[in-house]
């Protein structure tokens, strides 16, 4: 059974960086779409940065654009989320997820989740 395991979260304040990690107990590589999701207290889960494996082609929503950053490492077949200038509304339970199939942007296309990893920015 694949298993997407996150870690990295933490408390910081804001201005600050975190780097959030996802393990995929598969292969990476042979991945389609990976993406990473958070959910706010009170709030939907939301898509806010997704990759499409075989191309390393980025996609960001517009309130993380220029901050984050998503990556993948083959050698440690590890999902990456990098996120700098961090904000109080970044604050929630972020998610690693993967799609086999559909549009990577489209964030409906995925169906693999973790666990999730906390993140909380204060001000």
């Known amino acids: 059974q694949v298993q997407l395991v996150e870690s990295g979260g933490g408390a910081v304040q804001a201005g600050g960086s975190l780097r959030l990690s996802c393990v995929d107990s598969?292969?990476?590589?042979?991945?389609?779409?990976m993406a990473w999701f958070r959910q706010a207290p009170g709030k939907e889960r939301e898509g806010v940065a997704s990759i499409y494996i075989p191309t390393d082609s980025t996609y960001y929503v517009d309130s993380v654009k220029g901050r984050f950053t998503i990556s993948q490492d083959n050698v440690k077949n590890t999902l990456v989320l990098q996120m700098n200038s961090l904000k109080p509304e970044d604050t929630g339970m972020y998610y690693c997820?993967?799609?086999?199939?559909?549009?990577?942007?489209?964030?409906?296309?995925?169906?693999?989740w973790g666990q999730g990893t906390q993140v909380t920015v204060s001000s």
């Open positions: 598969g292969s990476i590589s042979r991945r389609y779409c």
């Open positions: 997820a993967a799609a086999s199939s559909g549009l990577c942007w489209r964030f409906r296309t995925y169906n693999t």
